[in-house]
């Protein structure tokens, strides 16, 4: 009709991005974690034990783990338990971690980690500012930690 609205303006949607998970298990190797992380990937949620523990005395899992962040590649530990959170400070393998630069994602369920991220990422916010987010809760995602 010509009395019709003129069409809206939608911007154009950013590429999907590239977000995994990856279930830590009993005998898990460096080089399947390797493998997994050679995708061109730029997040990847990390399904760990108990507190957010991946497999103790496996120095190159960890070196893996690293060598992904170091190449921009944001990981975010989450518990593989139905309730808890992950408290990287709690056992020497998560102290691991957290110095590969593996994030907490506290209490954040596995689905909504691998939501967020990738409304994040489709936002095309710097990697930093992603990484300071994914410990803020946006919707109730996660609860907020005592700074």
Same mark, same amino acid.
């Given at each position: 009709?010509?009395?019709?609205?003129?069409?809206?303006?939608?911007?154009?949607?950013?590429?999907?991005?590239?977000?995994?998970?990856?279930?830590?298990?009993?005998?898990?190797?460096?080089?399947?974690?390797? $493998?997994?992380?050679?995708?061109?990937?730029?997040?990847?949620?990390?399904?760990?034990?108990?507190?957010?523990?991946?497999?103790?005395?496996?120095?190159?899992?960890?070196?893996?783990?690293?060598?992904?962040?170091?190449?921009?590649?944001?990981?975010?530990? %989450?518990?593989? %338990?139905?309730?808890?959170?992950?408290?990287? $400070?709690?056992?020497?393998?998560?102290?691991?971690?957290?110095?590969?630069?593996?994030? $907490?994602?506290?209490?954040?369920?596995?689905?909504?980690?691998?939501?967020?991220?990738?409304?994040?990422?489709?936002?095309?916010?710097?990697?930093?500012?992603?990484?300071?987010?994914?410990?803020?809760?946006? %919707?109730?995602?996660?609860?907020?930690?005592?700074?």
């Amino acid at each position: 009709p010509a009395d019709a609205a003129p069409p809206a303006a939608v911007p154009t949607p950013q590429p999907m991005p590239v977000v995994g998970a990856l279930r830590v298990f009993p005998g898990i190797t460096a080089q399947l974690t390797r $493998s997994v992380l050679a995708t061109p990937l730029n997040a990847l949620v990390l399904e760990a034990y108990g507190m957010g523990n991946g497999p103790s005395r496996n120095e190159a899992f960890v070196e893996a783990l690293a060598e992904a962040v170091a190449r921009g590649v944001t990981i975010v530990d %989450c518990t593989q %338990c139905l309730r808890g959170t992950v408290d990287l $400070s709690g056992y020497a393998t998560g102290a691991d971690l957290a110095r590969a630069g593996v994030l $907490s994602g506290y209490d954040t369920t596995v689905e909504a980690a691998l939501a967020k991220l990738i409304f994040l990422y489709s936002q095309a916010l710097p990697t930093d500012t992603i990484r300071e987010l994914m410990g803020v809760s946006l %919707c109730g995602e996660v609860t907020p930690q005592a700074k």
